[in-house]
């Protein structure tokens, strides 16, 4: 299923004082860093199409950390994870645009459908929770963190 057809959940922001180089450096560390033990662990568990990370580094097409298979890589614009597990399809895509001397926009779209009766109770969890959106602004804080280091 192509990203378009897929609905949008969300998108956040947030400027970075930084270059795209410095940032989209950040966004490769994030997303390595949250492909753990735990993450690996919980995409075996809900039977996610790639629960280890794989391929080259730094992240490029055809790679996979936990839950994640790398879809897109464009380095310092667009990086485009897919996935698929029991309970859902989806897509994030990290999109760097610079905003001025030295900052960088990072807009992080999500987008998922959750099919059948498991797929909607998932959902109601993750994203119902709130806590889809609580961790991607963290995950952007961390990248804006890192990316000014």
């Given amino acids: 299923m192509t990203a378009e057809q897929l609905p949008v959940l969300d998108e956040h922001r ?13 966004i490769n560390q994030v ?6 033990r735990l993450a690996t662990g919980y995409a075996w568990a ?3 199409a ?10 490029a097409e055809g790679s996979t950390v936990p839950g994640f298979r790398v879809v897109e890589a ?7 994870l897919a996935g ?14 610079a905003v001025s001397d030295g900052q960088t926009l990072v807009r992080a779209e999500s987008r998922a459908r959750f ?16 806590g889809h959106a609580v961790g991607m602004r963290r995950l952007l804080g961390t990248i804006a963190r890192l990316a000014n280091n």
């Fill in 14 to 26: 947030v400027v970075v004082r930084a270059d795209a180089e410095a940032t989209w450096r950040a």
């Fill in 115 to 130: 099919p059948g009766i498991f797929g909607s109770g998932y959902r109601l969890l993750v994203i119902g929770s709130g």
């Fill in 46 to 48: 809900v039977g996610a």
């Fill in 50 to 59: 790639d629960w280890k990370a794989t391929g080259p580094r730094p992240l």
């Fill in 74 to 80: 464009e380095p310092h614009e667009l990086l485009a």
């Fill in 84 to 97: 698929r597990h029991r309970f859902s399809e989806y897509r994030l895509t990290f999109r760097l645009e």
């Fill in 31 to 36: 997303v390595e860093r949250v492909s753990g």
